[in-house]
């Protein structure tokens, strides 16, 4: 069988256009010669909808859409991912299906079977899981057809899993020759090897070839891939998708491949490629042209500028640098040297006068009381206004600075650095930024080298540097890595590091500013536990009361 496999970026709510670039995807399959042109997990609507679902109206339009596709449809199959309604007194009588059309009509749909409810899944929500699953004669196949996690839980594979069935191995069973999988898969580094390997072991294991489609683009915080595979019935990788990019692919099951060997590139060429790709698309899509960044001469908001520069061009980007009286004169220097790098437009506005101001309209409130973190927060929320004021007047897409590590431990000032639409690096440790910065400048420099090698300080008193207030980063993000993403406890994480004080210090900093990063901007992910809706924790909590902590 001939398989065409269209990896869209959709839109999500832009129905019509999404429409359309299925449309555009089955032509071109038709003209190849497809016998089978597939579309990825909710390509009409976009994933994931989230509350869009729960209007009437929203699912009239995709159904509605759904059915002019199949309208269009001649010999050539077509598969999609689409919302599918029943009616009936349990449930939300809705499903996440795929719909198959042929000859002008639907010809058989397929609801999803696992329902994911972890990280960043919240379907649980709004879809019911499929009663059965069931293989679709077509064209002298036998297609088995699943919707993303219904592929991830071969128990063959996993030595634990979430869920009790696996509709794979149902339709297996039933004979399928052809297993189809649409997907909507979240990146984070490491995922898309993890998938090679999955549905490698799956497609020997069942001796079927198999044909995943992802979608590709950032839907806010979420970042897809695409990387769409096609395997062979020994698990050998035929086709792969381009990675954050649109891409069409065309797989003939008869045909003999190559193997591909490798499906990821190194650490940092695909974080940043994943970054650029989630700023391109937050922008794109929410009508943003131009990006502005506070430039403060320090390497985070130096690799966020680099990233909006690749994202939205270097003509679209503006910096501005907003030294106060504790700024160094290389801060500035080595931030013009970056600006004449990057060939970016910028200003200079001292915060020193609004602050002198400031503290002279607060004396008498403050009442002789010794200056404290109040006026070094003041001076980041002076700046937080300035851009913001710039933001408004210009219509830029203002790109917050701070990195995971500060985020976990609270070190950021709410209505001040903190803020911004989209925070660009809040899921990268400082270091990995460190990395990242060092294989920009692997053929030239491009970040000055003097931001990579001074030392971390956010400059709000004198000689002020990071490791006055935090363990160094190394030992930070290891303790960090350990209870975010590797869900240690405090004892677990104490054997390692053998500094009982400083991983309760650390600990506690991270519990008790949930609150900032509730009010922080939506990080991009790109690692398996990124902040945001992925990572659910109460703002209001005892947990650090516990005995071990006093």
């Known amino acids: ?36 042109v597939v579309l990825p997990e909710l390509a009409i609507c976009g994933y994931p ?64 079977s696992l329902i994911p409810n972890y990280d960043v899944f919240d379907e649980v929500r709004y879809f019911e899981p499929a009663n059965e699953v069931n293989v679709f004669d077509f064209k002298g196949e036998k297609l088995g057809i699943s919707i993303c996690e219904d592929i991830w839980n071969d128990k063959d594979y996993w030595k634990n899993r979430r869920y009790i069935n696996d509709p794979v191995e149902a339709l297996v069973e039933k004979g399928t020759s052809v297993l189809i999988n649409i997907s909507a898969s979240p990146y984070s580094y490491g995922r898309r090897e993890e998938r090679r390997e999955m549905l490698s072991a799956l497609a020997k294991t069942d001796n079927v070839p198999i044909v ?45 491949y190559e193997n591909i060997p490798e499906c990821e590139d190194v650490f940092e060429k695909e974080v940043l490629d994943a970054l650029i790709c989630g700023l391109k698309d937050y922008a794109r899509k929410t009508g943003f042209t131009k990006g502005l960044v506070g430039l403060s001469g320090g390497i985070d908001s130096a690799i966020v500028t680099y990233i909006a520069a690749e994202a939205l061009g270097h003509e679209n980007v503006h910096v501005v ?29 001292s915060v020193e006068p609004v602050f002198q101001k400031s503290l002279e309209v607060l004396n008498p409130a403050f009442k002789g009381l010794p200056l404290d973190v109040t006026e070094e927060n003041l001076q980041s929320r002076i700046r937080g206004l300035y851009l913001m004021a710039l933001s408004n007047k210009f219509g830029y897409l203002l790109c917050t600075t701070g990195n995971k590590s500060e985020m976990a431990v609270g070190y950021a000032t709410l209505y001040g650095d903190m803020n911004g639409a989209l925070g660009i690096i809040s899921d990268v440790y400082k270091t990995d930024v460190y990395k990242l910065c ?90 398996k536990k990124a902040f945001g809706y992925g990572r659910r924790f109460p703002i209001v909590q005892g947990w650090r009361r516990l005995p071990e902590f006093n």
């Not at 709510?13 to 089955?26: A, P, S, V």
């Not at 009286?325 to 970016?344: P, T, V």
């Not at 930070?476 to 405090?490: C, P, Q, S, V």
């Open 1 to 36: 069988m001939k398989i065409a496999l269209g990896q869209i970026n959709p839109i999500i709510g832009d129905i019509e256009g999404n429409k359309k670039k299925i449309y555009d995807c089955y032509r071109k399959g038709v003209d190849l010669g497809a016998d089978l």
């Open 49 to 112: 909808p989230l509350d869009l679902i729960e209007k009437k109206g929203f699912r009239q339009k995709v159904t509605a859409a759904a059915i002019d596709l199949a309208s269009k449809t001649n010999s050539t199959g077509l598969i999609f991912g689409s919302i599918t309604e029943y009616d009936g007194d349990i449930g939300t009588g809705i499903y996440n299906s795929a719909i198959l059309c042929a000859e002008g009509h639907i010809q058989f749909t397929q609801h999803k």
């Open 212 to 256: 995943y489609t992802c979608c590709v683009g950032a839907q806010t915080e979420l970042i897809f891939d695409g990387a769409s595979m096609c395997l062979d019935s020994q698990g050998n990788l035929c086709e792969l998708g381009k990675a954050f990019e649109e891409d069409f692919l065309f797989f003939d099951t008869e045909k003999k």
């Open 321 to 349: 640098m907003m030294p106060s009286q504790y700024s160094s004169e290389g801060s500035i220097k080595d931030s013009e040297k970056l600006i004449d790098n990057l060939n970016i437009t910028s200003d200079l506005m």
């Open 438 to 527: 060092n294989y920009i400048n692997r053929e030239k420099e491009i970040i000055p080298y003097e931001i990579i090698t001074k030392a971390p300080s956010a400059e709000l008193r004198p000689d002020q540097k990071d490791e006055d207030s935090l363990p160094p980063y190394d030992l930070l993000d290891t303790i960090l890595r350990m209870y975010l993403e590797e869900g240690k406890e405090f004892s677990e994480i104490v054997d390692a590091i053998k500094d009982a004080e400083v991983v309760k210090k650390i600990l506690k900093l991270v519990d008790l500013n949930e609150f900032k990063r509730k009010q922080a901007a939506p990080a991009l992910r790109v690692s």
